[in-house]
């Protein structure tokens, strides 16, 4: 039964299609007025067409609904989970095993450089490292000279500025040390090389590789990206109006690519504040690990929503045409050549949650939902005129 309405529905659509195209062109011989042009947001039927299209008016209706809220958004990883590597002094690339995608643990060798200027510093910080330590006794024993009034105090005060000097030096090396990965208190005379390793600063699969053999690498290049995605979470955009309908704890399915496999998530933060272009922002954690979801990948969520009224409409209603929502309103009655005539105005709308045969609407300010008469029956018979005639003056 079904199959004969749908073949009758297309075979009404047709008839009314070819009667608004061909009674556009049909004028009588003694007429020479020239047609009107209408808005193209506007439809204008005869009384007859009107009934072939089935066109029904109804109002908007506040009502609640509960159904999926389906949004998109991206997957992220939090910044303690993002490592870009880099090496603070430069250096020549003098070896690497690494290809993206290898996983890697906290402290494993990514890389070893040389650079003349290591052998330097670490030369600067033993040297440096011996005269503190001929100076730190050097000031004990003439602090104690000094408690005996054997030595004066302008001497001491020399000897007291050398020992600082030289400790300040000592503990500033250290630190340059430390951040090209060598540890001082390993140093010694014997060990000084003009190579050093770079390490993984956490654990996860190695995103990005833009290093090579021999290649010079400047302390500021990026040499590696580090990502660990055992802790995802989900960056989703709302719009501004869903607002009042998430928050935290609520439960998200969502989807990656064109896969059938649905991953969970649960809100954790919800934005607080509407971006310029009037969206939301809604944070959700992904539990576990979840395969083939990697940082970067488009998502597609349905979140659990329930709750206030909402402006709806019957889901036929609403028709879609290049990416858009529209419904079509009355707009006003007139009459040509002496026959009456209809115009419908094809407004944009934003659609929301459908359930139960109704769709949530978001409507253009300003739009009276009191007095509006919207097309409720034949919505698509209207945008298939308005596509194929363009000529909806009769």
Same mark, same amino acid.
């Not at 209408?38 to 609904?65: W, Y």
């Not at 002094?89 to 690494?98: A, D, I």
């Not at 833009?210 to 709302?238: C, H, Q, R, W």
């Not at 050549?337 to 944009?348: H, L, N, Q, S």
């Given at each position: 039964? /079904?199959?004969? $309405?749908? !073949?009758?529905?297309?075979? !009404?659509?047709?008839?009314? !299609?070819?009667?608004?195209?061909?009674?556009?062109?049909?004028? %009588?011989?003694?007429?020479?007025?020239?047609?009107?042009?209408?808005?193209?947001?506007?439809?204008?039927? $005869?009384?007859?067409?009107?009934?072939?299209?089935?066109?029904?008016?109804?109002?908007?209706?506040?009502?609640?609904?509960?159904?999926? @809220?389906?949004?998109?958004?991206?997957? %992220?990883?939090?910044?303690?989970?993002?490592?870009?590597?880099?090496?603070?002094?430069?250096?020549?690339?003098?070896?690497?095993? @690494?290809?993206?995608?290898?996983?890697?643990?906290?402290?494993?060798?990514?890389?070893?450089?040389?650079?003349?200027?290591?052998?330097?510093?670490?030369?600067?910080?033993?040297?440096?490292?011996?005269?503190?330590?001929?100076?730190?006794?050097?000031?004990?024993?003439?602090?104690?000279?000094?408690?005996?009034?054997?030595?004066?105090?302008?001497?001491?005060?020399?000897?007291?500025?050398?020992?600082?000097?030289?400790?300040?030096?000592? $503990?500033?090396?250290?630190?340059?040390?430390?951040?090209?990965?060598?540890?001082?208190?390993?140093?010694?005379?014997?060990?000084?090389?003009?190579?050093? %390793?770079?390490?993984?600063?956490?654990?996860? &699969?190695?995103?990005?590789?833009?290093?090579? +053999?021999?290649?010079?690498?400047?302390?500021?290049?990026?040499?590696?990206?580090?990502?660990?995605?055992?802790?995802?979470?989900?960056?989703?955009?709302?719009?501004?109006?869903?607002?009042?309908?998430?928050?935290?704890?609520?439960?998200?399915?969502?989807?990656?690519?064109?896969? +059938?496999?649905?991953?969970?998530?649960?809100?954790?933060?919800?934005?607080?504040?509407?971006?310029?272009?009037?969206?939301?922002?809604?944070?959700?954690?992904?539990?576990?690990?979840?395969?083939?979801?990697?940082?970067?990948?488009?998502?597609?969520?349905?979140?659990?929503?329930?709750?206030?009224?909402?402006? /709806?409409?019957?889901?036929?209603?609403?028709?879609? &045409?290049?990416?858009?929502?529209?419904?079509?309103?009355?707009?006003?009655?007139?009459?040509?050549?002496?026959?009456?005539?209809?115009?419908? $105005?094809?407004?944009?709308?934003?659609?929301?949650?459908?359930?139960?045969?109704?769709?949530?609407?978001?409507?253009?300010?300003?739009?009276?939902?009191?007095?509006?008469?919207?097309?409720?029956?034949?919505?698509?018979? @209207?945008?298939?005129?308005?596509?194929?005639?363009?000529?909806?003056?009769?």
């Amino acid at each position: 039964m /079904t199959k004969y $309405r749908f !073949i009758l529905s297309v075979i !009404i659509s047709a008839l009314f !299609i070819s009667l608004v195209s061909c009674s556009s062109g049909t004028k %009588s011989n003694g007429e020479t007025k020239p047609a009107e042009i209408l808005p193209e947001d506007v439809v204008e039927l $005869r009384a007859d067409q009107i009934k072939l299209a089935n066109i029904e008016t109804g109002s908007v209706q506040m009502q609640s609904l509960s159904g999926k @809220l389906k949004v998109s958004g991206i997957v %992220s990883v939090a910044p303690q989970n993002l490592a870009t590597v880099c090496m603070p002094m430069g250096g020549f690339v003098k070896s690497t095993s @690494l290809m993206p995608g290898n996983v890697v643990s906290k402290g494993q060798i990514l890389a070893v450089l040389e650079n003349q200027e290591f052998v330097d510093i670490q030369q600067n910080y033993l040297e440096a490292k011996n005269k503190f330590e001929f100076a730190e006794a050097d000031y004990k024993r003439h602090s104690e000279l000094f408690k005996n009034d054997v030595y004066s105090e302008q001497n001491l005060l020399q000897v007291t500025s050398d020992y600082k000097n030289l400790k300040a030096l000592v $503990r500033a090396l250290e630190q340059k040390l430390a951040m090209i990965g060598i540890n001082p208190a390993n140093l010694h005379e014997d060990d000084i090389s003009s190579s050093v %390793s770079v390490v993984s600063p956490i654990s996860g &699969f190695v995103k990005t590789v833009n290093i090579n +053999m021999g290649k010079y690498v400047a302390p500021a290049d990026v040499m590696f990206e580090i990502v660990n995605s055992d802790k995802l979470f989900l960056e989703l955009t709302l719009f501004e109006k869903d607002a009042a309908k998430v928050a935290a704890g609520q439960k998200i399915s969502f989807f990656i690519n064109n896969e +059938m496999e649905h991953h969970e998530a649960v809100i954790y933060q919800t934005g607080k504040s509407i971006s310029e272009d009037k969206t939301y922002k809604v944070y959700a954690s992904v539990p576990g690990t979840c395969k083939n979801v990697l940082p970067g990948m488009y998502v597609n969520a349905n979140i659990e929503t329930s709750g206030e009224k909402v402006a /709806t409409l019957p889901a036929a209603a609403i028709v879609s &045409f290049d990416d858009k929502d529209y419904i079509f309103i009355f707009d006003k009655n007139k009459e040509e050549g002496g026959k009456p005539f209809t115009e419908y $105005r094809m407004i944009e709308i934003h659609k929301g949650v459908t359930d139960n045969g109704f769709s949530e609407v978001i409507l253009p300010e300003g739009f009276d939902t009191v007095t509006a008469k919207v097309v409720i029956k034949g919505a698509y018979n @209207l945008l298939s005129a308005k596509k194929n005639a363009g000529e909806m003056s009769c």
